[in-house]
């Protein structure tokens, strides 16, 4: 059978409404993880694909490799990992955590399939790393003018720094964005599409300095679990 799958960052317009049958399928898929003990702990746009080039395609969640299973009444976990700039707060801060991580990753997806680039950024480590930790970020025009209000207050809801206060994969399904048909079918603007490109070009040319960087800081006598 041929193989259909396409890299979600690699798609050349995008909606509101196509990237809440993202948010829908992806929020689907990690509900039904966390409901069997299951934590991603890598979500990012690199690792969803599409089945289908299909305007409704299902969206499928790929690379386990950090994935960690989690039974009921054991502990949280404390292992720092995770794709920086998509990491949650108490994972930088060194607390322990649990399946709130993930819900924090698909806010950064959310907010970067609505204009483009990520909400938290630095050309500085350390100050990328204040500014999720801190729940730094803005919703800056132009780019955000058409955005909806439900779009913006879904953004809110998930990169909420305190992970007691951060939607589980349940509200969110249950958010109107997604559940309620309040999302716009109006294509995204040029510059959304080129702001896509610049970002995974960017990726790419510093990966490797940047896990290198990311490893350094994250495994700083930090005892795996």
């Known amino acids: 059978m041929e193989n259909y799958s396409t890299e979600l960052c690699k798609k050349s317009s995008f909606s509101e409404l196509e990237a809440s049958f993202v948010i829908r399928d992806v929020v689907s898929a990690i509900g039904h993880l966390h409901s069997i003990g299951v934590v991603h702990r890598d979500l990012k746009p690199e690792n969803l694909i599409y089945l289908n080039e299909d305007l409704k395609s299902p969206v499928k969640l790929t690379d386990f490799g950090l994935a960690k299973f989690r039974g009921a009444g054991e502990q949280k976990m404390i292992t720092a990992c995770g794709t920086p700039g998509y990491v949650a707060p108490e994972i930088l801060k060194e607390s322990a955590y649990g399946k709130e991580v993930d819900m924090w ?14 909400p938290f950024y ?47 994969a349940v509200q969110c399904l249950a958010h109107p964005w997604i559940s309620g048909n309040v999302a716009p079918n109006r294509k995204f603007g040029g510059n959304h599409t080129q702001n896509l490109k610049i970002l995974q070009a960017r990726k790419k040319f510093r990966h490797a300095v940047r896990t290198i960087i990311a490893l350094n800081r994250f495994q700083l006598a930090t005892p795996t679990q």
Do not use: H, M
Request: aromatic share 14%; glycine share 4%; charged share 25%.
């Open 105 to 118: 990753s698909v806010g950064v997806i959310l907010y970067i399939l609505l204009c483009g680039f990520p």
């Open 122 to 168: 630095s050309e500085s480590t350390s100050e990328l790393y204040n500014q999720i930790k801190n729940g730094e970020y803005e919703f800056p025009d132009p780019y955000w003018t058409e955005i909806s209000f439900a779009a913006k207050d879904l953004v809110r809801k998930l990169l909420k720094v305190d992970p007691k206060s951060r939607l589980t």
